[in-house]
């Protein structure tokens, strides 16, 4: 396992923690849970100097969200050769359950 | 549009998607009193068909953003809203506008902290008997 892929797993396992955000990536389809390995793996893009994570919203508002995500993720970075990159959070879709009341 | 949370350092940036902003701005015009429905258009729907299918894929049920478009500009910082929709014709049509401009304006800086700079409508369309008949 590289570095790198080691620390997509370690941020989306802190990311499977926080409520009301999912990596934006086809986790939960039946096709998608046959497949022997972790598609979420896509949501994550690591270069030299920027984290990124594709997320959807299951719940708004939105910032409280990726303040406590931001908080949990760059904690995960620090200690790693990505310690002073930049995260960036992008949150690509949301749930239409997200917009109910 | 992307909001910094963190002095350079320890930068978390987080970017908030034009599906995500047509979405809320969808939800909200819809439930304004007087607007009868979103209007899609063609250039609408096969935007939407894409993204439902995509939605699928991610095991998701798609928030709807028909009738509605959204632009984000990063420099400088600006997001508009664009809404077609179609209004009962039992209540004023510039007041119901207002209406929409107001909730979608509200809706989307509750949801996701951006403030649209500009919410436009357009009415396709007006339902002479409100969309009863």
Do not use: C
């Not at chain 1, 499977?16 to 979420?40: F, M, Y």
């Amino acid at each position: 396992m590289t570095a790198r892929s080691e620390l997509t797993a370690s941020l989306l396992s802190t990311l499977r923690e926080i409520p009301g955000l999912r990596a934006a990536t086809p986790s939960t389809t039946a096709a998608a849970s046959a497949v022997p390995w972790d598609l979420d793996v896509m949501a994550v893009d690591i270069s030299e100097n920027v984290v990124e994570i594709r997320v959807v919203a299951l719940e708004v508002p939105i910032p409280p969200l990726t303040e406590v995500a931001g908080a949990a993720l760059r904690a995960v970075l620090t200690g790693t050769p990505w310690e002073n990159a930049s995260l960036r959070l992008v949150v690509t879709d949301v749930d239409a359950a997200a917009l109910v009341p | 549009m992307t909001r910094e949370q963190a002095p350079a350092r320890q930068l978390v940036e987080t970017v908030i998607a034009p599906p995500v902003i047509a979405a809320v701005a969808a939800h909200a015009a819809a439930r304004v009193p007087g607007v009868v429905r979103l209007e899609p258009g063609l250039r609408g729907l096969a935007g939407s068909l894409t993204r439902i299918a995509r939605q699928r894929i991610k095991g998701l049920e798609p928030a709807p953003t028909e009738g509605v478009r959204a632009f984000v500009e990063h420099d400088p910082p600006d997001v508009r809203v664009e809404i077609d929709l179609s209004l009962s014709g039992l209540d004023q049509a510039a007041a119901t506008a207002q209406a929409v401009q107001r909730a979608v304006g509200k809706a989307v800086t509750e949801a996701t902290g951006l403030t649209p700079s500009a919410v436009s409508v357009s009415i396709l369309d007006i339902e002479i008997r409100g969309g009863l008949l």
